[in-house]
Nanobody
Framework: QVQVVESGGGLVQAGGSLKLSCAVS????????MGWFRQTPGKEREFVAS????????FYADSVKGRFTIARDNAKSTVSLQMSGLKPEDTAVYYC?????????????????????WGQGTQVTVSS
């Protein structure tokens, strides 16, 4: 069974940086496209960033482009999200997700339906 576990959340001041990590076990990490999403109370879970299974291509939401960087290490079965220039509106629970390639190809990378395995989330709070 595939397990996805996020870590690295916390409290940071506006303008600061934080790095989230996600470890995947129980499957073949190197064939999973990976994504990060975030959610605030009362709102839909929204796409943040994603990366192909080879790591050759990345995608970002407009709201984080130029500030966040997604990367993966297939040897360690991990994916990270480096966040800089944080803003109070980045406050959310951040979720890591892994996709089966078939799901990924059926759905847009920014669609939650493209992802099959989800972590429990990690809280990021940005104070003003």
């Amino acid at each position: 069974q595939v397990q996805v576990v996020e870590s690295g959340g916390g409290l940071v001041q506006a303008g600061g940086s934080l790095k989230l990590s996600c470890a995947v076990s129980g499957g073949t990490f190197s064939v999973y496209p990976m994504g990060w999403f975030r959610q605030t109370p009362g709102k839909e879970r929204e796409f943040v960033a994603s990366i192909t299974w080879t790591g050759s291509t990345t995608f970002y939401a407009d709201s984080v482009k130029g500030r966040f960087t997604i990367a993966r290490d297939n040897a360690k079965s991990t994916v990270s999200l480096q966040m800089s220039g944080l803003k109070p509106e980045d406050t959310a629970v951040y979720y890591c997700a892994a996709a089966q390639i078939a799901s990924w190809l059926r759905n847009r990378y920014s669609n939650r339906l493209a992802y099959d395995y989800w972590g429990q989330g990690t809280q990021v709070t940005v104070s003003s």
